[in-house]
């Protein structure tokens, strides 16, 4: 069996890994890949936004299955242009994207389905939100409504920020287009949880949960990431919310889009806000969750691909996935700088050290190969990733890891999942 994954970060190593160990022994190609994907599959020079590239390698080559991981591509209609030739793919339509690139598409779903989320307002300009923001009052939260990889979102504490926010949106366009319009949204307190859903079109099969952090230094200080680290399972989402996520979050979402005629295929993920008053979605992503996805898949046992083969077959069910007992950790590896500007081609070194000691893995995001050696080419660079017994387990162990990894300028979190240990 032949299979494409696309996207080059840590969530396609961690995808490109979990299908090259499938007991059906794949052949897996990355595009683009890094320097850890191809060390389980070939990568191909392909950029995963060249929408026309990739579909014209896959209908020359015909992989059985095209994994989608990046959220452009699926916007962008990947999935319509490929199954167009006749090709598999595991993801949603542009249809089906717009949950995520278009935060406007998505809160009025999750309007009409009755789902939990906070009160919201849009604009299509400063003033009218402007005006909104005062009549709400601070804290507040302002969003651009289209894709802004993973920025563009803006809690503000008080007017003067939320001013600040529509200024950059609207009047210095840093979002370009992505901030034609604004989402003013209310401000929900709680901690945060992901729980990423497969769906095939009508089935829903839950994965185990998760914890992101987004926030780029210890105790949730400095600006916004793209994730520093995660752990999984989530104790947040307790064995009782599980029927709520899924009766009163997942399934009328999934209704509503059907009733829109709009046939959902792939990761539907829910960003959460566990409050006091019930688990609230503060987004949907088309996607896996990058670092999600390091911490959940390594807790798969047996298979992947019979679960995406399912989801485009729309034979989707909870038989088809077991969970090892561990729980897993990661901690991102990331260029001094980051998510401002950083430096690259720094050397790495220890990367075979730090993945012999057991239940490692290092996943890669943003490294390359250069005269045989691993050097730096993103602001995340790894993903340390550790399955242990227990969750106190898992972190000793990711940081052992972490302390045989070294490259110029690395910073990474200490405190990733002290959440849960402090529970
Ligand atoms: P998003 O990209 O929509 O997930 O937003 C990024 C981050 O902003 C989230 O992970 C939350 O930490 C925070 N956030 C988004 N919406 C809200 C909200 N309504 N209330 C509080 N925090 C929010
Ligand atoms: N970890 C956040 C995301 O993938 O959107």
């Not at 009549?135 to 990889?149: H, N, R, S, T, Y």
């Not at 001013?163 to 901690?191: K, M, P, Q």
């Not at 080419?377 to 990711?398: H, N, Y």
Request: aromatic share 6%; glycine share 12%.
């Amino acid at each position: 069996m032949k299979i494409l994954v696309i996207g080059g970060g840590g969530r396609e190593h961690t995808l490109a890994w979990k299908i090259a160990n499938d007991s059906t022994n794949p052949e897996v190609f990355c595009a683009p890949g890094n320097a850890g994907t191809a060390e389980v599959a070939t990568n191909l020079p392909i950029g995963a936004e060249d929408v026309d590239a990739l579909t014209a390698w896959a209908t020359e080559n015909r992989p059985d299955l095209v994994v989608v991981g990046p959220e452009a591509p699926l916007c962008a209609g990947i999935a319509d242009r490929m199954e167009a030739e006749g090709l598999r793919v595991f993801g949603p339509r542009a249809d089906g994207a717009r949950m995520e690139g278009s935060k406007e598409f998505c809160k009025d779903i999750m309007v009409s389905a009755g789902v939990p989320t906070a009160a919201c307002e849009t604009f299509s300009g400063k003033d009218g939100a402007m005006d909104y923001v005062r009549e709400q009052g601070a804290p507040i939260v302002i969003k651009a409504d289209g894709l802004a990889a993973g920025k563009g979102v803006y809690v503000c504490m008080t007017e003067e920020e939320a001013e600040t926010a529509l200024n950059e949106i609207c009047l210095e366009r840093r979002y370009g287009d992505s901030g034609n319009r604004i989402v003013v949204e209310e401000f929900l307190e709680g901690e945060e949880a992901s729980i990423l859903a497969l769906v095939d079109g009508d089935n829903i099969v839950m994965l185990s949960s998760s914890q992101d952090h987004k926030r780029v230094f210890n105790g949730d200080q400095g600006p916004n990431t793209g994730g520093m680290g995660a752990y999984s399972p989530a104790p947040v989402v307790t064995d009782d919310l599980w029927p709520v996520i899924h009766d009163q979050v997942l399934r009328p979402t999934v209704d509503e889009l059907k009733r829109r005629g709009i046939t959902y295929k792939g990761v539907l993920y829910a960003g959460l806000m566990m409050t006091a008053d019930g688990p609230k979605v503060l987004e949907y992503n088309c996607r896996f969750g990058d670092p999600e996805t390091q911490v959940v898949l390594p807790r798969i046992n047996g298979d992947i691909l019979p679960l995406f083969q399912a989801c485009v077959d729309g034979t989707l069910s909870d038989d088809l996935l077991k969970w090892k007992p561990e729980a897993c950790v990661c901690v991102v590896m990331a260029s001094g700088g980051y998510p401002g500007s950083y430096e690259k081609e720094k050397v790495i070194n220890g990367l075979n050290e730090a993945g012999a000691l057991p239940g490692v893995v290092v996943f890669h995001a943003g490294t390359a190969e250069k005269d045989g050696t691993v050097v730096t080419s993103g602001g995340r660079v790894l993903g340390v990733t550790a399955l242990g017994p227990t969750l106190p387990e898992a972190v000793k162990q990711v940081y052992a890891a972490l302390s045989q990894v070294s490259f110029d300028q690395a910073q990474y979190r200490t405190d990733i999942a002290a959440r849960a240990l402090n529970r």
